[in-house]
């Protein structure tokens, strides 16, 4: 029984790692509103090495519209500016020679709508690994009943896997779901 339980639980851990990188990939998918994770892909040409934005600046927002990006090295403000340029992010940054701001435009319908497509693709990328896991979690309990393990035992930790997968699956829709919602208010 205690193998069950072995399988269980790598699955449930397996499980959570693909929400919450579900979560971290909704959350780069812009939604109208400034937020740093939105630079977080961009890589500054720092002394010859691409290195991420967050390593050469600290990056905040002033309000619901505008990032402010700070360089620790005021030598880094073009670099910083072009590499955000070259992301081709939709973003025009704006450099006072102190520090960069970024005025996030406000989302056409066309956009919005392409971006929801987005957060649902991720979603359904989610539930995929999720169904997967669950494939492989099937298969290891079949292995324990070929080597003598109980059929009630068996069937109980098919049933159990099954309502994990369940419960993961209404999740992903859940976050699916609260990303659209936030893209779709104007």
Known sequence: MSDIKTVLDSSKVMMDKAIAHLESELQKVRAGKANPVMLENVLVD????K???SN??????QDSRTLVIQPWEKSMLTPI???IQMANLGFNPQNDGV?????V???TEERRKDLTKTAKSLGEDAKIA????????????KKLQKNGLPEDAAKDGENKTQQLTDNCISKVDKHVE???KEIMTV
């Not at 720092?46 to 090495?49: F, V």
């Not at 520090?99 to 005025?103: P, Q, W």
């Not at 896991?133 to 099937?138: E, F, G, N, T, Y």
Request: proline letters at 8%; a positive charge; glycine letters at 2%.
């Open 46 to 49: 720092y002394y010859g090495s």
């Open 51 to 53: 290195v991420p934005l």
């Open 56 to 61: 050469t600046a600290s990056v905040n927002t």
């Open 81 to 83: 500016e072009k590499a």
């Open 99 to 103: 520090i960069i701001r970024i005025v």
């Open 105 to 107: 435009p406000p989302l």
């Open 130 to 141: 999720i169904r997967n896991l669950r494939k492989d979690a099937m298969e290891q309990i």
């Open 178 to 180: 609260q990303k659209e």
